[in-house]
């Protein structure tokens, strides 16, 4: 059985008849991380945070937490990331920070644990919410026409194979400038799964991201939209909504903000420049 599911017994009504059978349900387990920093000849660990996730992809996860929370801002800043088995779906990682990089205190000072919904329930204080990174209004980016998201939805749903069989996990997916979804990760909470893709990116050295579009599953949260900018993503496409909070940022960083793409409808909210619409040649 694949460590994201499981089976378990149930009892399944249906109409005016009751079954016993059975269901794969997703995995929940927490993931404690924690970096290794050396001083002069000692070694010295630093918990970091804890965080409710599926398992699978835990170094890609580890990496792009990092990243999107600006703890550190380059690959490079990595030397090594080791996983451990604790029984029960719980692991613990450790990231062993490299030589001579230089982490801001300031990032270190907390300790974070976060639900499987939200990725930033800890944050002390409105300063500490936002992490800082280049505006994208002038970074081209994708281009993409407007029948093109049209198709978004049908290929996630065919590349979402865990949420297929459990009807639990949310998905964060890249597309590139000819429609093709050409990675997507997935877990039971939704910044996981873009810090996942974030993540894989910062370790095979691909970012900025700054030709492909992001796809959520869901709702476009403000946490999410500051992991995209983080990674250069100009243009984000939530299958649900944006709140109020992620339209000012994306206002803001020069994203291209879609939401409610569903049944050959769509609505922009910012930088609509990036997509071809069906009355005009170009916004």
């Known amino acids: 059985m694949n460590k994201k599911q499981r089976i378990t017994p149930i009892t399944r009504v249906l109409n005016e008849k009751a079954e016993a059978t059975a269901d794969e349900v997703v995995v929940e387990a927490p993931l404690s991380m924690s970096l290794r920093l050396r001083h002069g000849e000692e070694l010295e660990t630093k918990s970091i945070a804890v965080t409710m996730r599926t398992p699978g992809d835990d170094k890609f996860l580890c990496a792009g937490f990092l990243l999107t929370e600006g703890i550190i801002t380059t690959g490079l800043a990595i030397e090594e ?119 894989k990116a910062l370790l095979h050295d691909d970012l900025p991201l700054r030709d492909l579009t992001l796809l959520l599953s869901g709702r476009a949260g403000f946490e999410l939209l500051q992991k995209a900018h983080v990674a250069g993503l100009s243009m984000v496409v939530a299958l649900g909504a944006p709140t109020s909070l992620s339209i000012a940022l994306a206002h803001r960083a020069g994203i291209t903000l879609v939401g409610f793409l569903k049944d050959g409808r769509f609505n922009i909210y910012t930088h609509p420049q990036r997509i071809v619409t069906p009355s005009e040649d170009s916004l």
């Open 81 to 199: 990331i080791t996983t451990e088995e604790l029984g029960n779906d719980v692991s613990r990682a450790q990231v062993r920070i490299a030589a001579g990089y230089k982490l801001d205190p300031k990032k270190l000072e907390r300790n974070i644990y976060t639900n499987s919904s939200c990725g930033m329930c800890s944050r002390s204080t409105l300063e500490s919410i936002e992490v800082h990174a280049p505006s994208l209004e002038n970074q081209e980016g994708p281009r993409l026409q407007y029948n093109q998201l049209f198709d978004f939805p049908k290929k996630l749903a065919a590349a979402q194979l865990s949420f297929n069989r459990t009807g639990a996990m949310h998905a964060a997916a890249l597309f590139n400038t000819a429609g093709d979804c050409i990675d997507v990760q997935e877990d039971v909470g939704r910044h996981n799964a873009l810090d996942k893709i974030i993540g």
